[in-house]
C-alpha cells in the first residue's frame, strides 16, 4: 500500500528539532510517522545476530582475498547471493583497473657488510590461515614504480616535510639517497613522495616495533601486536594530489572501453621505488648508518642508536611489477524506495583485502551484512521504506578506493541528482562510537547515535562517547563537551570508499565505527585473520552487531523520514570553529618567523652551537602578512542568519500541514547543500576534490584539512592563494546560505 497522497492532509511537523517537548520525536518525522518509525527501528534494532557475523567472518576471510584473486570473486558472489536470498534487487557491477603485483622484489646491503631482507611474513603455527602463501599477495606498495637503485642510506623519521625540515639543519641531504622512513604520523604514500621532491632515489618504509609493535603489548600471536617479521602492505599511489580510483581513468568510470592513460603518463604513480619492511629487515641498515645522532623524537623501540646517516651503509632496492588490469567485482543492491524511489541512501563497506582481512575490511562487512539482512527481513513483514536503499560491497578499496571511486565517477551524474547522502565503514572494533562526516548531518548522526546501547557500558553508545571524549580532552574542549547539544563530529579525510562521494560528487557522507579499546599490530599483514580476531579484537562480535544496530538505523531513518534530516546551525558553528583555527594558523606562522628571525639577529644559533654535534642555522624568512578574512567572516554571519531561521520555520511548521509537492521540493533542496560546499573547478592542482570545506591533505594523505584551499595556502606559505581562496571559500558558504533560504521560504508558504 502506497501513502502517496496521505502526506499532504496528514503531515504536520510537531517540532522536528531535538529541544521538541514532544520527547522522543524524531526529527524529520511528524508524531505519527515518528511512532511508526520507532516501531520499525527497534524490530529492525533486535535482527542482527552476532553468531551470523561470527560465520560471515569465517567465511569471507577463509582465504587471500585481494583484487582480482579467485576468492576475491568468490566472495563477491557469495555477497551477491546472500543479499538476493534476502530479498534485494541485487547485481555485480565490474569495472577494470590497473592493479600491480609484485615481479621482483629485492632489498641488500652491499656495504659495510652484506645482508639481504627476508621480505616474507613466516607461517606461525597457531594461526591456521597464516601458512596460505601460493595465494598471499608478498609484501610490497602498490603504485610504487618499477625501479633498479642502489645508494647511501639516510633514516628521515616519519618521513613529512618537517622531518626534512630538521635534516636540513643537520647538514644532511637524501640526494641520491635511499630513505628509510617509519610507518605513521601520516598516510604512506606522503612518505615517497615527500623523499623524491628532496631528491631521493628510493624509499624504505618500516615498522617500527615502538608505533605498533612491543612497546604496547606482546606480539603475535602471544598478544595482538606485529611480530618482528610482520609487514604493512598498501598502496601508495599519489591520490591527495591526483585523485583516488584507476590511475588510467581519473574522472571517469574504468568501463571496459573508457578512454585509458598508458602506465607511464599516470600522474598517481609514484616518482621513486618504494618497499614496506618488518623491522627484523630495517635493523641491519638502520644499525650500519652513522652520521649525526637523530632528533629524541625520532628515536623508535629498537636496540640500537638511531643515527640519521648516511655513512658507509650502501643499499641496492630493486622492486618490478606486472601492469596487468584486473576485474573489479562491486556488489550493488537496491530496495526500492515506495514514495521517492529517485531520492537514495547509499551505504558502503568494501569486501576485498590485502590478504585475509578479518579486521580490515571483514569487520565492517559483517555488519553490512547483517543491517541488509534485517532490512530484508522487515520488508517481509510490511515496511515499505519510503526512498530507495542502495548496499554497495566494493571492491579494490585497498589499491586506493578503486570500486567505490570507479563507481561514483561513473555515475556522478545520476549520483549528484538523486543522493541523499553516504554511510561508509571500513573496518569495526571494540570501543567508543566513532563518526566522522558532513556537518549537515551533524545533529541527525547524535540523534541516532543516542537510540544505541553500548554493548560494554549500557550507556548510549552517544554518551559514552561524550564521557570518554571528556576523560582525554583539554579544559577548553571539556567545557565545550558538556554544553554542547551535540557531540562534534570529525571531518572526513580519506583513506576509505566515501572519496568520491564527499570530495569529488558534493554527497552528505560519513564514517562510522567503533574502537579505541583493541590494541592491534596486524594491519595489511598476513596476521589480520580470523584466528587474530577472535583472540585479540570484538571477540564476542557484539560491536558488530553495534554497528549493524547504528549504520542501520541511521539508512532507515534517512530512507523514511518526511523532511530530511539535515540542520545547518551545527555547521554554521563547526565552519566558525575552522575559520578560527586558520586564523590562529596563519598567526602562528606569522609569530614563529618573527621570535626565528630575532633569535637569528641576536646570535642564538651562535651562541647554542655544539662544534662536535653541528647544526646548520635556519635562514631568515620574510614575516608573512596579514590574511583578509572578512569575506569568509562575512559569509559565515550570512550562514548562521539562514541557519536559524531554518530552523525557526520548522518550529513554525509544526502545527500546519505542508503539502507534499512542497515537501518534496524542500526535501529536493535540501539533497543539495552539500553540493553547494563544492567548487566545479576544485581545489589548486587537484580540480577532483571539489568540497571546499573538506578534503585529504596533499602532505597527510589520510587526515582531513578543513577549509583546505587556505589551509594549505597558508601552511606552504602561498599567501596571495590564501586570499584569493577565501573568497572562494565565502562564496561557497554564501551558496549554501541562499539554498537554505529557499528552503527556508518554501516552508513558510
Ligand atoms: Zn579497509
Redesign the pocket.
Known amino acids: 500500500m502506497s501513502r502517496i497522497g496521505l502526506i499532504g492532509i496528514l503531515l504536520a511537523f510537531l517540532a522536528l528539532t531535538a529541544a521538541s517537548a514532544q520527547e522522543g520525536q524524531l526529527q524529520g518525522f511528524n508524531r505519527d510517522s515518528s511512532a511508526t518509525e520507532r516501531q520499525w527501528e527497534s524490530k529492525f534494532r533486535a535482527i542482527p545476530n552476532a553468531d551470523n557475523q561470527r560465520e560471515y567472518m569465517r567465511l569471507l576471510s577463509a582465504r587471500p582475498h585481494h583484487v582480482g584473486s579467485p576468492y576475491d570473486k568468490q566472495n563477491a558472489e557469495w555477497i551477491l547471493a546472500k543479499l538476493k536470498e534476502w530479498g534485494w534487487d541485487a547485481q555485480i557491477e565490474t569495472f577494470d583497473v590497473l592493479f600491480p603485483t609484485p615481479k621482483e622484489r629485492l632489498l641488500e646491503m652491499t656495504e659495510p657488510t652484506r645482508f639481504t631482507a627476508k621480505l616474507q611474513e613466516p607461517v606461525i603455527e597457531v594461526d591456521p590461515t597464516s601458512n596460505q602463501r601460493s595465494e598471499q599477495l608478498p609484501s610490497y606498495n602498490a603504485y610504487s614504480t618499477d625501479g633498479d637503485v642502489t645508494g647511501p642510506v639516510v633514516f628521515v623519521n616519519y618521513g613529512l616535510p618537517q622531518d626534512y625540515e630538521q635534516l636540513e639543519r643537520l647538514g644532511v641531504s637524501v640526494k641520491g639517497a635511499i630513505v628509510v622512513a617509519k610507518y605513521g604520523r601520516s598516510w604512506r604514500g606522503i612518505k615517497p613522495k615527500v623523499a623524491a621532491e628532496h631528491g631521493a632515489i628510493g624509499c624504505l618504509i618500516y615498522s617500527d616495533p615502538g608505533d605498533d609493535g612491543f612497546s604496547a603489548e606482546d606480539v603475535f600471536p602471544k598478544g595482538p601486536m606485529r611480530p618482528p617479521d610482520g609487514v604493512q602492505r598498501g598502496s601508495v599511489m599519489d591520490f591527495p594530489s591526483t585523485s583516488p580510483g584507476d590511475p588510467l581513468t581519473p574522472g571517469i568510470g574504468a568501463t571496459r572501453d573508457a578512454k585509458r592513460l598508458a602506465v607511464k603518463d599516470a600522474p598517481s604513480i609514484t616518482k621513486i621505488p618504494v618497499l614496506p619492511i618488518s623491522y627484523a629487515d630495517a635493523q641491519p641498515l638502520l644499525t650500519a648508518l652513522s652520521g649525526p645522532m637523530s632528533p629524541p623524537n625520532w628515536r623508535g623501540s629498537l636496540p640500537i642508536s638511531y643515527h640519521v646517516g648516511p655513512g658507509s651503509a650502501k643499499v641496492h632496492l630493486k622492486v618490478s611489477f606486472n601492469w596487468d588490469i584486473k576485474p573489479l567485482y562491486n556488489v550493488i543492491a537496491r530496495i526500492r524506495g515506495a514514495e521517492q524511489p529517485d531520492a537514495w541512501v547509499i551505504r558502503g563497506n568494501?569486501h576485498d583485502?590485502w590478504v585475509n582481512?578479518a579486521e580490515?575490511?571483514t569487520s565492517?562487512q559483517i555488519a553490512l551484512l547483517e543491517e541488509a539482512r534485517a532490512l530484508g527481513e522487515l520488508v517481509k513483514q510490511g515496511w515499505r521504506p519510503r526512498r530507495t536503499i542502495i548496499y554497495c560491497a566494493w571492491d579494490g578499496?585497498?589499491p586506493m578506493l578503486l570500486g567505490s571511486t570507479e563507481w561514483a565517477e561513473a555515475h556522478d551524474k545520476e549520483l549528484q541528482e538523486h543522493a541523499v547522502a553516504y554511510i561508509n565503514s571500513?573496518?569495526n572494533g571494540r570501543g567508543t562510537l566513532n563518526i566522522e562526516g558532513s556537518h549537515t548531518l551533524e545533529h541527525f548522526i547524535n540523534g541516532v547515535a543516542a537510540d544505541i546501547t553500548d554493548p560494554e557500558t549500557e550507556l548510549p553508545a552517544s554518551q559514552r562517547a561524550r564521557l570518554v571524549r571528556i576523560s582525554r580532552a583539554n579544559p577548553e574542549d571539556r567545557q565545550e563537551l558538556r554544553q554542547r547539544a551535540d557531540v562534534r563530529i570529525g571531518a572526513l579525510g580519506s583513506g576509505?570508499d566515501y572519496t568520491a562521494f564527499i570530495d569529488h560528487l558534493g554527497i552528505a557522507s560519513f564514517n562510522i565505527a567503533y574502537g579505541g579499546e583493541d590494541e592491534g599490530g596486524i594491519y595489511h599483514s598476513i596476521y589480520d585473520d580470523f584466528y587474530w580476531y577472535t583472540h585479540f579484537a570484538d571477540t564476542n562480535f557484539v560491536y558488530s552487531r553495534a554497528l549493524s544496530q547504528t549504520i542501520g538505523t541511521a539508512v532507515m531513518r534517512l530512507a523514511d523520514s518526511d523532511l530530511l534530516p539535515f540542520e545547518f546551525n551545527g555547521l554554521a558553528d563547526t565552519l566558525r570553529l575552522y575559520a578560527k583555527q586558520l586564523k590562529k594558523l596563519a598567526d602562528d606562522m606569522r609569530d614563529q618567523v618573527i621570535e626565528r628571525n630575532k633569535q637569528i639577529d641576536e646570535g642564538v644559533f651562535t651562541a647554542t652551537h655544539d662544534p662536535r654535534r653541528p647544526r646548520i642555522a635556519p635562514p631568515k624568512e620574510e614575516v608573512p602578512p596579514h590574511l583578509n578574512f572578512a569575506p569568509l567572516d562575512n559569509a559565515l554571519d550570512a550562514l548562521a542568519t539562514s541557519a536559524q531561521r531554518y530552523q525557526s520555520a520548522i518550529a513554525q511548521r509544526a502545527t500546519k500541514p505542508l503539502s507534499s509537492s512542497t515537501l518534496l521540493e524542500v526535501n529536493r533542496k535540501l539533497m543539495a547543500t552539500e553540493q553547494a560546499l563544492t567548487n566545479s573547478e576544485g581545489l589548486p592542482r587537484r580540480p577532483w576534490y571539489k568540497h571546499m570545506i573538506y578534503a585529504p591533505g596533499v602532505y597527510s594523505g589520510y587526515d582531513a584539512k578543513t577549509i583546505p584551499a587556505v589551509r594549505e595556502a597558508i601552511e606552504q606559505k602561498h599567501w596571495d592563494e590564501a586570499n584569493s581562496e577565501i573568497i572562494r571559500v565565502a562564496a561557497a558558504v554564501e551558496a549554501e546560505s541562499r539554498l537554505i533560504q529557499t528552503s527556508t521560504d518554501l516552508l513558510g508558504k
Open positions: 568494501h583485502a582481512g580490515d575490511p565492517g578499496e585497498e571500513d573496518g576509505s
